[in-house]
């Protein structure tokens, strides 16, 4: 059976680099009749920021990615009192609500200044609510909510396909992720025209399926199975390993959309507390939905209290870190991952505060050989995860360690391995190999360009020094 990752490798993956590129790095965006989404306020940001990069190459790497999910990823349709917004995740045709919500969060400072932008993010919700009423076990979706999937590799899925479904693995994160995309919203607008029947509908469901993903009363409805060459893809039984109840939320796959290990993902686990205390906010503030808004913090306050108690590991040197996944029995994996949420990114998501010592500990850990997936090469060192393979380094591993970092030395250093294995593309990518930066896979990845733009963004407003000479 063909999966995700033989199609990706099949395509993109591990793509010669094109010929570097001729020293005045002539822009490789789409022309502006070309572009999918064109917003002024964007337009105006790029000229700002980009007047602050002293760095040639890194400016122009800057202006093509950070505009990329506009520019090539966006369709937007419906009308302006109820607009709709299919964003892809780029080199596959399909939604993801993780990729998409993460796609349009670098634009989400600008959204108050610019009408069409405003309507952009209003479309998103209000997709992702009608997808999660579709199926809130699902991953990714159709454009067309009636069309049975076409990904190759989900056609034979042993799982309940319903029409306009095109992945169906269930990951926390993917709920958490719709739920942030709101809430960012509402923070930024005090706009509650999004907030509909639907959404609060969607709402009831997410926390709902967060309950019956808790296994207390049995393992639930869900089941998964794949044929494919790779174990990562399918869970084993349809339910992944054993588990014993203790509050926690059971996730079938990773962010990564590889399986889990133990169901018990400790970052996704973390991502849900916050995003369940973010939705009581919108439910209670925009929605005006008081019951929603006590659900929600009712079960952030046990899956908080359960990440205390069962969260935690202790390293062979004793250093007592957040576990990647555990089962409840006592089992614990130790690894991180380079998709977000990872226990690498716990501080960017907000879910712990920076200065934590465990946070710190597994933070420290996750970029060492303590992670089986943190990978050391010629050409640089970061993480990386099963989804592609042992040597290769995702780039959101340095962006989100730069994001996370106090340490200007750190954050520099992440900046030029980022400027420096780009392969000649202009672009960020899912992953390159750590001694040969010109083997790369997936050249159109929209999340990963959009996340190295807000990264620049951010250093533009909060530490422009370190953008004001040549790395």
């Given amino acids: 059976m063909i999966d995700r990752r033989t199609v990706v490798a099949a395509g993109v993956a591990f793509a010669a680099s094109p010929a570097p590129a001729a020293p005045?790095?002539?822009?490789?965006?789409?022309?502006?009749?070309?572009?999918?989404?064109?917003?002024?306020?964007?337009?105006?940001?790029?000229?700002?920021?980009?007047?602050?990069?002293?760095?040639?190459k890194l400016r122009w790497m800057f202006a093509n990615a950070w505009p990329n999910t506009l520019d090539t990823t966006v369709t937007i349709s419906g009308t302006d009192a109820a607009p709709d917004a299919f964003v892809i995740t780029g080199d596959i045709p399909c939604l993801w609500l993780r990729d998409s919500a993460a796609q349009?969060?670098?634009y989400l400072h600008l959204v108050a200044r610019d009408p069409a932008l405003g309507r952009l993010f209003r479309g998103l919700i209000a997709r992702h609510a009608r997808c999660i009423l579709i199926d809130p076990y699902a991953?990714?979706?159709?454009?067309?909510?009636?069309?049975?999937?076409?990904?190759?590799?989900?056609?034979?899925?042993?799982?309940?396909?319903r029409p306009g479904v095109a992945e169906r693995k269930w990951e926390i994160d993917s709920l958490c992720y719709a739920i942030r995309l709101s809430h960012g919203y509402w923070t930024a607008t005090r706009d509650p025209r999004p907030f509909d029947a639907t959404w609060a509908?969607?709402?009831?469901?997410?926390?709902?399926t967060f309950r019956e993903q808790q296994r207390k009363d049995g393992p639930g409805p869900y089941r998964f199975r794949r044929a494919s060459s790779q174990p990562t893809e399918t869970l084993l039984w349809g339910q992944g390993n054993p588990t014993r109840p203790t509050g926690l939320i059971h996730s079938g796959f990773r962010p990564s959309d590889d399986a889990c290990l133990y169901p018990c993902l400790i970052p996704a686990n973390h991502?849900?507390?916050?995003?369940?205390?973010?939705?009581?906010?919108?439910?209670r503030d925009a929605a005006g939905d008081a019951a929603l808004a006590g659900a929600a913090v009712a079960l952030a306050d046990e899956v908080a209290a359960a990440l205390r108690r069962y969260g935690t590991m202790r390293l062979r040197d004793g250093r007592e870190v957040w576990a990647y996944e555990v089962d409840g029995f006592g089992n614990a994996v130790f690894m991180d991952d380079?998709?977000?949420?990872?226990?690498?990114?716990?501080?960017?998501?907000?879910?712990?505060?920076?200065?934590?010592?465990v946070w710190r500990a597994t933070r420290d850990a996750a970029w060492s050989e303590a992670n089986p997936w943190f990978f050391r090469g010629t050409a640089a060192e970061g993480i990386g995860g099963p989804h592609v393979g042992s040597?290769?380094?995702?780039?959101?591993?340095?962006?989100?360690?730069?994001?996370?970092?106090p340490d200007d030395a750190t954050i520099r250093a992440c900046l030029k391995t980022l400027r420096d294995t780009d392969g000649g593309t202009g672009f960020i990518h899912e992953a390159f190999d750590r001694?040969?930066?010109?083997?790369?896979?997936?050249?159109?990845?929209?999340?990963?360009?959009?996340?190295?733009?807000?990264?620049?963004?951010?250093?533009?407003d909060h530490r422009p020094h370190l953008l004001a000479r040549p790395l």
């Fill in 24 to 56: 005045a790095f002539p822009p490789r965006r789409p022309t502006v009749a070309q572009r999918r989404f064109v917003s002024p306020a964007v337009e105006r940001e790029i000229g700002r920021v980009s007047a602050l990069i002293a760095d040639p």
């Fill in 104 to 106: 349009l969060k670098p």
């Fill in 139 to 161: 991953n990714a979706f159709m454009q067309d909510p009636t069309a049975p999937t076409d990904l190759p590799w989900a056609l034979k899925d042993e799982t309940e396909m």
């Fill in 201 to 208: 509908r969607a709402a009831h469901a997410i926390v709902a």
């Fill in 271 to 283: 991502f849900a507390v916050v995003a369940l205390r973010e939705l009581a906010v919108v439910a």
């Fill in 338 to 357: 380079a998709n977000v949420p990872s226990l690498s990114a716990l501080a960017y998501l907000g879910c712990v505060d920076p200065r934590d010592p």
């Fill in 391 to 405: 040597g290769q380094i995702w780039p959101m591993s340095l962006i989100v360690r730069a994001l996370s970092s």
């Fill in 435 to 460: 001694d040969d930066p010109a083997k790369f896979t997936r050249g159109w990845f929209a999340w990963a360009n959009g996340l190295f733009g807000e990264l620049i963004v951010h250093l533009a």
